[in-house]
C-alpha cells in the first residue's frame, strides 16, 4: 500500500507533506486535497476597499504614483465587471466613482450602474443611482435605458427605493424623461407620506426646468400645500411655486391669490416660529423666511394693490430680524431685495437703504461687500436715501479687499452730481493711486466722463485731467487722451496757456516718463499748439525735446507727438537751433 500512497501523495503541496504522515487513509487524503483546491482555486482574494484605495491614492508622492495606483485598479474594475457571479461589484462601483470624482475617465462603468440601479438589493442599486448621477447624462445612449428601471422602482412599496428614484430622476431627467414619468411624479406629489411628497415636488421642480409645459399639471396641487404644516413641504412647494411664476406671467397671476396666505407664515415665523425644530442659532426658520420673501418679490413686482399688502410684513422683518448673525443678515438681504423690487412705500424703501448701510460698517467683508453690490443694483430706485450714506460708500475704497473696491468705485460714480463733484473725485483720485493697472484704466475713463458732466469750472476740469494723467500713467485708454486734446482746444485762450505751464512743469522728470507715456502726448501736443515764445527758455525746451526724441523707452507713437509739437514750436521761434 504505501507505493499507492507515495503516489496520491506527490499531489500535495510541501504544507501537508510536513502536517500528514504516511499512515493517512484514502479519505484523508481526499479530504486534504478539496482543502488545498478549495483555498488556491475557488476562493478569490477580496478586492481592495474603499477606504484603502483612498489611503493609497493620498499617499502617493508623486502624479506618477497616483496615475499608478488608479491605472491598476481600474484595470481590476474592468476585468470583474465583465464577471457575471462578482460578488464586489457594488464596492467596485464605489471605487469607480471615486475615481471618477478625482477627475480620471470612468466612463467603462455606465452599463454597469444600470445593471446595479436594476437590482433587487437597496445598496446595491442606491450605488447604481449613485453612479447613473454622475457617469451619464442626457447625450450618452444608454441614459435612455434608465427610463423602465425608474419606472418601476416610483411604483416601489418600499419608501427608500422611491426616494432613491425621485433623487436621480431630478438629477438627470431629459425631457423625453420628463414627459414619460409625469404622470408618476404626479401621483407621488399626493402621497400621504411627507418624505416622498417632498421629494417628488423637488423633482417637479427640475421636470418644470426641462419641460416648461409641465406646469399645468402641478399647479393645483401646489396651491394645495402653500397652506402644509410640514416646513419640508412648504419649502419644496415655494420653491416649485417660485420657478413657475420666473417662467410664466400667467402662473404669477394665478398664485397672486396666495399672497395672504404667504404674509400669514412670515408673520407667525417672526412671532413664534413656524417649525422650531428649524431654528439657526435663534433665528426662526431662515431657510422658510429667505423663500417666502423671494416669492412675495416676485409677485408683488409692478402690482402696488398686492405690495400693498406685503408693506407690514416687510416692515416687521426689516426691524425685528437679528444683525448679529448671519441667519438674520441673510433674511436682511432678502427683505431689501424684496421692498426695492415691488410697489413698496417711499418710508420702507429708506428703512431698506439704511439696512445695506449697516452692512457697510460690519467687519465681515461678505456682509460688506453684499451691502455694496445690492445698492449698485437698487440705486435707482431711492438715489436721496442713498446719498445720506455716500461717506460710509467713499471710506469703502480703501478697503484691502479689491472686490470691496471695485463696488464702492462702481457705487461712487452712481452718486456723482454736480453738488458732490468735487468731493467724489477727490476721494478717487486716492483710490486711483492704490489701484491695479486694470481699475486704473476703467477708473480714469469714469473720471474723464464724470468730470465732463458735473464740471464746476475748466480749470478745475483741467486740473482733474492732468491728474488722472499723471496718476494712471499708461494705465489709460485712448478716448482719455481724446478728451483731454478736445477739452485744452475748445477752452479759452487763458486757461490754454494756464495748462501749458502745467504740462511743462509736468514732463519735467525724465525718470518717469516711460510710465506716462499718455501725459507726455498731451503735453507736447498742448506746448505744440499753445506754448508760447517767451513763456520758456528755447534752449532749454529744445534740449529737452531732443533727450525724449532718442530715449529707447518711448513708443514710436508718442516720438510722432513730439516730432509734429517740435516742428510746430520751431515756427514761433525766433533763433530756431534744432
Given at each position: 500500500?504505501?507505493?499507492?500512497?507515495?503516489t496520491?501523495?506527490s499531489?500535495?503541496?510541501?504544507e501537508?507533506?510536513?502536517?500528514?504522515?504516511?499512515?493517512?487513509?484514502?479519505?484523508?487524503?481526499?479530504?486534504?486535497?478539496?482543502?488545498?483546491?478549495?483555498?488556491?482555486?475557488?476562493?478569490k482574494p477580496?478586492?481592495t476597499?474603499?477606504?484603502?484605495?483612498i489611503?493609497?491614492?493620498?499617499?502617493?508622492?508623486?502624479?506618477a504614483e497616483?496615475r499608478?495606483?488608479?491605472?491598476?485598479?481600474?484595470?481590476?474594475?474592468r476585468?470583474?465587471?465583465?464577471?457575471t457571479?462578482?460578488?464586489?461589484?457594488?464596492?467596485?462601483?464605489?471605487?469607480l466613482?471615486y475615481?471618477h470624482?478625482l477627475?480620471?475617465p470612468?466612463?467603462?462603468g455606465?452599463?454597469?450602474?444600470l445593471?446595479?440601479?436594476?437590482s433587487?438589493k437597496?445598496t446595491?442599486?442606491?450605488?447604481?443611482?449613485?453612479?447613473?448621477m454622475l457617469?451619464?447624462d442626457?447625450?450618452?445612449d444608454?441614459h435612455?435605458l434608465?427610463?423602465?428601471?425608474?419606472?418601476?422602482?416610483?411604483?416601489?412599496?418600499?419608501?427608500?427605493?422611491?426616494g432613491?428614484a425621485?433623487?436621480?430622476?431630478a438629477?438627470?431627467?431629459?425631457?423625453?424623461?420628463?414627459?414619460?414619468?409625469a404622470?408618476e411624479?404626479?401621483?407621488?406629489?399626493?402621497?400621504?407620506?411627507?418624505?416622498?411628497?417632498?421629494?417628488?415636488?423637488?423633482?417637479?421642480?427640475r421636470?418644470?426646468?426641462?419641460?416648461?409645459?409641465?406646469?399645468?399639471?402641478?399647479?393645483p396641487?401646489?396651491?394645495?400645500?402653500l397652506?402644509?404644516?410640514?416646513?419640508?413641504?412648504?419649502?419644496?412647494?415655494?420653491?416649485l411655486?417660485?420657478?413657475?411664476?420666473?417662467?410664466s406671467?400667467?402662473?404669477?397671476?394665478?398664485?397672486?391669490a396666495?399672497i395672504?396666505?404667504?404674509?400669514?407664515t412670515l408673520?407667525?415665523l417672526g412671532?413664534?416660529g413656524?417649525?422650531?425644530?428649524?431654528?439657526?442659532?435663534?433665528?426662526?426658520d431662515?431657510?422658510?423666511?429667505?423663500?417666502?420673501?423671494?416669492?412675495l418679490r416676485?409677485?408683488?413686482?409692478?402690482d402696488?394693490?398686492?405690495?400693498?399688502i406685503?408693506?407690514?410684513v416687510?416692515a416687521?422683518?426689516?426691524?425685528?430680524?437679528?444683525?448679529?448673525?448671519?441667519?438674520g443678515?441673510?433674511?436682511?438681504?432678502?427683505?431689501?431685495?424684496?421692498?426695492?423690487?415691488?410697489?413698496?412705500?417711499n418710508?420702507?424703501?429708506v428703512?431698506a437703504?439704511n439696512?445695506l448701510?449697516?452692512?457697510?460698517l460690519?467687519s465681515?467683508?461678505?456682509?460688506r461687500?453684499v451691502?455694496l453690490?445690492t445698492?449698485?443694483?437698487?440705486?435707482?430706485?431711492?438715489?436721496?436715501a442713498?446719498?445720506?450714506?455716500?461717506?460710509?460708500?467713499?471710506?469703502?475704497?480703501?478697503?484691502a479687499?479689491?472686490?470691496i473696491?471695485?463696488?464702492?468705485?462702481?457705487?461712487?460714480f452712481?452718486l456723482v452730481?454736480?453738488?458732490n463733484?468735487?468731493?467724489?473725485?477727490r476721494?478717487l483720485?486716492k483710490?486711483l493711486e492704490?489701484?491695479?493697472?486694470e481699475?486704473?484704466?476703467?477708473?480714469s475713463?469714469?473720471?474723464?466722463?464724470?468730470?465732463?458732466?458735473?464740471s464746476?469750472s475748466?480749470?478745475?476740469h483741467?486740473?482733474?485731467l492732468?491728474?488722472?494723467?499723471?496718476?494712471?500713467?499708461?494705465?489709460?485708454?485712448?478716448?482719455?487722451?481724446?478728451?483731454t486734446?478736445?477739452?485744452?482746444?475748445?477752452?479759452?485762450?487763458?486757461e490754454?496757456?494756464?495748462i501749458s505751464?502745467?504740462?511743462?512743469?509736468?514732463?519735467g522728470n525724465?525718470?518717469?516718463?516711460?510710465?506716462?507715456?499718455?501725459?507726455?502726448?498731451?503735453?507736447v501736443?498742448?506746448?505744440?499748439?499753445?506754448?508760447e515764445?517767451?513763456h520758456?527758455?528755447?534752449?532749454?525746451?529744445?534740449?529737452?525735446?531732443?533727450?525724449?526724441?532718442?530715449?529707447?523707452?518711448?513708443?514710436?507713437?508718442t516720438?510722432q507727438?513730439?516730432?509734429?509739437?517740435?516742428?510746430?514750436?520751431?515756427?514761433?521761434?525766433?533763433?530756431?537751433?534744432?
Open positions: 500500500m504505501y507505493p499507492y500512497y507515495e496520491e501523495w499531489i500535495l503541496p510541501p501537508h507533506n510536513r502536517r500528514y504522515s504516511p499512515g493517512l487513509t484514502i479519505n484523508n487524503i481526499k479530504q486534504v486535497i478539496n482543502e488545498t483546491i478549495e483555498t488556491n482555486i475557488l476562493r477580496n478586492p476597499r474603499l477606504r484603502e484605495l489611503r493609497q491614492i493620498r499617499t502617493a508622492r508623486t502624479a497616483e499608478a495606483v488608479v491605472n491598476t485598479e481600474c484595470a481590476y474594475i476585468s470583474t465587471f465583465r464577471e457571479d462578482c460578488i464586489w461589484k457594488c464596492r467596485n462601483m464605489a471605487k466613482l475615481i470624482m477627475g480620471y470612468a466612463h467603462f455606465q452599463m454597469e450602474t445593471k446595479l440601479a436594476a433587487p437597496y446595491d442599486k442606491r450605488i447604481g443611482y449613485l453612479g447613473a457617469l451619464l442626457e447625450r450618452q444608454v435612455v434608465l427610463t423602465n428601471c425608474l419606472k418601476n422602482d416610483l411604483n416601489s412599496s418600499t419608501m427608500f427605493i422611491v432613491t425621485l433623487c436621480t430622476l438629477a438627470i431627467a431629459s425631457p423625453e424623461m420628463a414627459r414619460d414619468l404622470h411624479i404626479e401621483r407621488l406629489i399626493s402621497s400621504s407620506n411627507a418624505f416622498l411628497r417632498k421629494k417628488a415636488i423637488l423633482c417637479a421642480f421636470m418644470i426646468r426641462r419641460v416648461p409645459e409641465l406646469m399645468d399639471e402641478f399647479r396641487q401646489c396651491m394645495q400645500f397652506a402644509d404644516k410640514n416646513h419640508g413641504i412648504l419649502v419644496s412647494t415655494i420653491t411655486v417660485t420657478e413657475m411664476c420666473e417662467q406671467v400667467h402662473v404669477t397671476h394665478y398664485f397672486k396666495a395672504p396666505q404667504l404674509v400669514r408673520k407667525i412671532v413664534s413656524y417649525s422650531p425644530e428649524h431654528d439657526v442659532n435663534g433665528v426662526p431662515p431657510f422658510l423666511q429667505v423663500k417666502i420673501l423671494r416669492l416676485i409677485l408683488g413686482h409692478g402696488p394693490d398686492q405690495s400693498e406685503m408693506n407690514d416687510l416687521q422683518v426689516a426691524t425685528n430680524t437679528e444683525t448679529n448673525k448671519n441667519a443678515n441673510a433674511i436682511l438681504y432678502e427683505t431689501v431685495l424684496t421692498i426695492m423690487n415691488v410697489e413698496s412705500e418710508s420702507l424703501r428703512l437703504v439696512i448701510g449697516r452692512f457697510l460690519n465681515d467683508k461678505n456682509i461687500y451691502g453690490i445698492l449698485v443694483k437698487t440705486v435707482q430706485r431711492d438715489m436721496t442713498i446719498q445720506r450714506h455716500r461717506i460710509t460708500i467713499l471710506e469703502c475704497l480703501t478697503d479687499d479689491s472686490s473696491q471695485k463696488c464702492a468705485m462702481e457705487l461712487s452712481t452730481n454736480s453738488q463733484i468735487e468731493m467724489i473725485v476721494e483720485l483710490y492704490t489701484a491695479d493697472a481699475m486704473k484704466s476703467i477708473c475713463s469714469r473720471l474723464v466722463r464724470a468730470a465732463e458732466l458735473y464746476p475748466i480749470r478745475w483741467l486740473d482733474v492732468l491728474r488722472v494723467l499723471t496718476i494712471s500713467g499708461n494705465n489709460i485708454r485712448d478716448d482719455v487722451i481724446a478728451s486734446i478736445q477739452l485744452i482746444s475748445n477752452s479759452p485762450r487763458e490754454q496757456m494756464f505751464d502745467k504740462m511743462l512743469q509736468s514732463i525724465m525718470n518717469q516718463l516711460e510710465n506716462r507715456q499718455p501725459l507726455v502726448q498731451v503735453a501736443w498742448t506746448l505744440g499748439e499753445y506754448g515764445a517767451g520758456f527758455d528755447e534752449i532749454e525746451l529744445i534740449e529737452h525735446y531732443r533727450q525724449l526724441l532718442w530715449a529707447p523707452q518711448l513708443s514710436i507713437t516720438k507727438y513730439i516730432l509734429v509739437s517740435l516742428a510746430k514750436i520751431s515756427v514761433r521761434m525766433e533763433h530756431c537751433t534744432a
